[in-house]
């Protein structure tokens, strides 16, 4: 009975999460209080539930059944100030005005639940649910001039961003060789979620001299909002050289998931009386309504139905944990991503319906399908850490973690915020209360390089810059909180 409670309990708590997780950098820093606290340095460990995200061969070390509860609190710090111009001119952002993202904390989490069958003390299987990547921003950089459309007025979130993977992950794990060797395998179904609204400039399809600036680029903002599935696979090897030395490696898969759902896309018409009647023949009857209607002022657009592939990076990690002495372990690991495989978002748009009871056919070139290209790079991250029992309650955790960033000048906008090189500043501690039930926090200081954008870019020469100038900044701050049951 006790069993069944603790399984139903998870499967709860992980439907329960899939909401409140998909909230809130893009790969996650790591899961899971303990290892968070080492910075991440957990290959050579994972003997516990979480650990099936960073090495599923940990889990075959587990010396009884286990469930975990976790719940982590992110609060990202972003600024941005804008200088979004070329040849001289802006556009309608908010140069030289430091921006601040929407000031939030996020609540993700993470549960695993893990069986060690009686008959056999060599195989252990169970389930572990976390969100490994994650993104959320919100912030007001741009507003319609008025020399463009002095009638309207943009939303303030018009560029929001919010990417999300949760992942369920069950998983087999297995010992041999004098219990010296253990692989272990995952299959990873994940969930990618994508929410955005982001302002792009069309170029005017009308001929001279309707477009002169300030009406050589219309203002679109366009919306996104849809979900969908992938799986992958998390394979990995634990090695004990010696009792006091453990060696470990994973390999985790790339993941396509094709995302579909709504989409909205708004084009505000620049305003101009003059422009509005400078044709008067009466030969330009149909042309003139047309233009009439095109520099009135209003918002056209459309509400449909869109799909994008997101591809995630394969990843190979390796680690080592020393244990000098039955209170201490110090551990390192090396991660190699291959953000290359990254590739670039192609949203295409379709079953549009527009919402105006006048259109023109012209208009057709202000709502095409969007190409955000990334061509990021492949990075690695090194981790370090330590761990101190100081009496038969009470842990000590301390880690590092550097970690680079894979975006280009030529590709970085404020889609994802990742700043620069990342430094990861970890400490944290254990309480056992008693042989069953014991606790663990964490708390992490995320400190980015700035980053400057001085020449904007158009990589793939489809018209549109695919950077965005200014300066950019970030911090993060972020505590998680554990709960582990042994039974």
Do not use: C
Request: hydrophobic share 40%; proline share 3%.
């Amino acid at each position: 009975m006790e069993l069944r409670k603790v399984a139903l309990l998870t499967l709860i708590v992980a439907v329960l999460l899939s909401g409140a997780a998909l909230a809130g950098g893009w790969q996650y820093s790591g899961v899971g209080a303990r290892a968070k606290a080492m910075g991440g340095a957990y290959r050579g460990i994972a003997d516990d539930g979480i650990g099936a995200y960073y090495n599923p061969a940990g889990l075959a070390f587990l010396k009884q059944n286990i469930f975990n509860l976790t719940g982590e609190i992110s609060s990202p710090r972003s600024t941005v100030t804008p200088n979004f111009e070329a040849n001289g001119y802006g556009f309608g952002y908010l140069d030289g005005q430091k921006r601040y993202s929407k000031d939030d904390s996020y609540l993700m989490g993470e549960t695993s639940l893990f069986f060690r069958p009686k008959k056999d003390n060599n195989f252990v299987f169970g389930l572990a649910f976390f969100q490994g990547y994650d993104q959320n921003t919100t912030m007001n950089l741009y507003q319609l001039s008025p020399a463009y459309n002095s009638k309207l007025q943009i939303s303030d979130a018009n560029h929001h961003s919010n990417f999300d993977v949760i992942t369920w992950q069950p998983t087999a794990a297995m010992k041999f060789s004098h219990d010296r060797v253990a692989v272990g395998v995952g299959l990873q179904i994940n969930r990618g979620d994508i929410f955005a609204d982001q302002v792009r400039l069309v170029d005017n399809p009308y001929p001279y001299p309707l477009n002169v600036r300030p009406y050589d680029k219309f203002v679109e903002l366009y919306s996104v909002d849809g979900y969908g599935f992938g799986v992958g696979a998390n394979v990995g090897m634990q090695f004990k050289v010696s009792p006091k030395v453990t060696i470990g490696a994973n390999y985790v898969s790339a993941s396509k998931i094709k995302m579909t759902g709504d989409s909205k896309e708004r084009i505000y018409l620049p305003f101009n009386d003059g422009f509005a009647h400078l044709y008067m023949d009466a030969q330009a009857n149909a042309y003139q309504r047309e233009v009439d209607s095109t520099f009135k002022g209003a918002l056209i657009g459309n509400s449909g139905e869109f799909e994008v592939e997101m591809k995630l990076p394969s990843e190979f990690g390796v680690g080592f944990s020393y244990r000098p002495n039955e209170k201490t372990i110090v551990s390192a690991d090396l991660v190699y991503t291959r953000w290359s495989e990254f590739e670039d978002f192609q949203i295409k748009f379709k079953n549009r319906k527009t919402f105006q009871t006048k259109y023109y056919s012209r208009w057709d070139a202000l709502f095409t399908d969007v190409t955000v290209p990334f061509q990021w790079k492949d990075k690695i991250k090194i981790s370090v850490g330590l761990e101190k029992i100081l009496n038969e309650r009470w842990t000590f955790r301390g880690g590092y973690m550097f970690d680079q960033s894979p975006i280009p000048d030529e590709t970085f906008n404020q889609l994802f915020l990742d700043t620069g090189t990342k430094h990861h500043f970890n400490a944290g501690a254990g309480f056992k209360l008693n042989e069953r039930v014991s606790f663990d926090a964490a708390l992490e200081l995320v400190v980015y390089s700035s980053r400057t954008i001085s020449t904007l870019a158009d990589v793939n020469n489809d018209g549109y810059w695919d950077n965005f100038g200014g300066e950019f900044k970030n911090l993060s701050f972020n505590s998680t909180w554990a709960l582990n049951y042994r039974f």
